[in-house]
């Protein structure tokens, strides 16, 4: 063979060294440079066409489009990309969370303030003038409710106890202007210790109480609640991808353009175990505190409940009654009074009532209220919106892998034309079950479930905190949501700090108004958007719902 021959047989063999093992001809990178382009990275320095692979340090080392600094580059951009898709996630949750919080603090609000002013509309006419000296005591008792619902740290059986207090206080010193200076502070102290046996206002004080704390603990029970909620999800979807992570996604996502695949999607199973083993501390949310739900079975005990408009305007309601009571009884307590506690005592400060009209000589009615139709159909509707909404989050974390890795992002079967995380071809490991124990053998993320991530663990332990409190909401016990997030902090073994416990409850009093005139009319439907008795269960319902979401999260 002369030398030209064996030149042109050794050019050949060159050529099919360097050739694509599939078939001959060098692949370009064309595809890959208009990506990469198109996301914004320069091209100095991208292959015009493929190299070989070695230098790779998360992507298969086969022929590649990519370089090392192509790989880290798209590395980082796949970690923005799918802590972004968490964070928004999670920020749609937070905007569902806020809307409920809105819908019910708007009604609760309004129910409230409705029942104020048709408190005060009935006692300026029952009492004339001389309510607007008085109207403190009332005012003073709604701006204590708003307070409470609010969160302020206040005992609500202390502030209705105190109203009582103040309203006997104003009904002695009402009952004769001419003497109510000579009523001293011991006398009215003595006179405030007689309720107790002597029960001026029959019922009306115990009642109200009854009803009106619970409705009120649960209602805040749930406000305060949905911010817990929201913001255990804001603290959650902003946890960083682990190094591992960060690896399996880049190479679930980016690496199979690197492959000259990019059009190929990832085999759903494929997808699945990389977005379980990525989000499984994030699981156990809903796997630990699913255990918890056991407070469903409390709501069981609030169905004989009033509904929530007529325990709020049951307010006017039991003052009403009560200064009927009061009225047609004046005579036998005073005397009582009186007996047990000396004549008025010593001469006490002058009253601003005493130079006030005394007292109408009319007979009391009480008043009635009546839950509107369309009352009811607003609470129906806003109970079920928040029902249908709350259900929905029930399994958010434990879904949320499923979500990723739907039609859009990964191949709707595992057969031999997706992505694999080597090749395009089949996808032969089984999927992994929720939570970070089920991913010992994740064949995709490497992780070490004796390490769970401490903020997650941290959110868990608060879960497990309000979940209790919920719970002891629903069984009527005060408690204070303020600060849980101080909770699970520091050395301490109790379930929740001292001042963040369960509240103790001081006796009933039973003071309520003299001789006003109060006519029997419910406020006009315009007023309030109340509700009817459909929400008896309402102030279960909804703290109820709000538990379903918190300890399945």
């Known amino acids: 063979m002369d030398l030209a021959a064996v030149a042109l047989l050794v050019s050949l063999i060159s050529v099919s060294l360097s050739a694509d093992n599939a078939g001959g001809k060098v692949r370009s990178c064309a595809d890959v440079r208009q990506f990469y382009s198109g996301k914004g990275f320069t091209l100095n320095g991208v292959p015009q066409s493929e190299i070989s692979g070695e230098h790779l340090r998360i992507c298969p080392q086969g022929y590649t489009c990519c370089t090392i600094a192509m790989e880290e580059t798209l590395s980082n951009l796949s970690r923005r990309e799918f802590e972004g898709l968490v964070r928004e996630a999670g920020r ?94 011991d006398f009215l102290e003595c006179a405030s210790k007689q309720t107790e046996t002597l029960h001026p206002f029959g019922d009306a004080p115990r009642e109200l109480k009854t009803k009106l704390v619970r409705a009120f603990i649960a209602a805040r029970a749930f406000i305060q609640g949905l911010n817990v909620a929201g913001e255990i999800v804001r603290k959650v979807s902003q946890v960083p991808l682990s190094l591992e992570c960060n690896h399996a996604i880049m190479k679930l996502v980016y690496c199979p353009h690197c492959r000259g695949l990019g059009s190929v999607k990832p085999c759903i199973n494929y997808c699945k175990n990389v977005m379980k083993g990525c989000l499984a501390n994030q699981a156990d949310l809903d796997t630990e505190c699913a255990v918890t739900l056991l407070n469903i079975s409390v709501a069981s005990s609030f169905g004989a409940e009033p509904s929530m408009d007529t325990v ?50 009319s007979i009391v009615t009480a008043l009635e209220y009546k839950p509107s139709p369309k009352s009811a159909a607003r609470l129906e509707v806003q109970v079920t919106d928040v029902s249908s909404k709350l259900k929905e989050m029930q399994f958010y974390w434990i879904q949320l892998p499923s979500a990723l890795c739907s039609g859009k992002t990964a191949s709707s079967t595992n057969g031999d034309k997706c992505w694999n995380g080597i090749t395009k071809a089949s996808y032969l490991p089984e999927v992994m079950g929720d939570g970070l124990a089920n991913q010992i053998n994740n064949p995709e993320v490497e992780i070490d479930i004796t390490k769970p991530d401490r903020t997650i663990r941290q959110q868990i332990m608060l879960l497990k905190i309000t979940s209790n409190r919920l719970k002891n909401a629903l069984d009527g016990n005060d408690v204070d949501f303020q600060d849980t997030s101080d909770d699970f902090s520091g050395s301490g073994s109790g379930m929740c700090a ?56």
């Open 92 to 185: 749609s949750i937070q905007a569902s969370l806020n809307a409920q919080y809105r819908t019910f603090d708007t009604y609760f609000l309004e129910l409230l303030n409705g029942s104020e002013r048709w408190l005060e509309e009935a006692f300026v006419v029952a009492l004339g003038d001389l309510y607007q000296p008085n109207a403190g005591v009332f005012r003073d008792l709604y701006s204590d409710l708003r307070r409470y619902y609010s969160g302020a740290s206040l005992n609500l059986e202390e502030v209705l106890d105190e109203f009582w207090m103040r309203l006997l206080e104003r009904l002695l010193k009402a009952s004769d202007p001419e003497t109510a200076s000579l009523l001293s502070d």
């Open 312 to 361: 709020i305007y049951s307010i006017p309601v039991r003052i009403s009654e009560a200064v009927l009571t009061m009225q047609e009884n004046m005579e036998i307590y005073t005397s009582k009074v009186f007996k047990a506690c000396g004549d008025r005592g010593e001469e006490g400060t002058p009253s601003s009532i005493s130079e006030e009209p005394k007292m109408k000589e």
């Open 498 to 553: 001292d001042h963040l416990c369960i509240r103790g409850r001081p006796p009933v009093f039973g003071p309520k108004t003299d001789r006003p005139k109060l006519y029997a009319y419910g406020p006009e439907n315009k007023r309030v958007k109340g509700s009817v008795n459909q929400i008896q269960p309402s102030v279960i319902l909804l703290v109820l719902l709000l538990a379903t979401l918190l300890l399945r999260r």
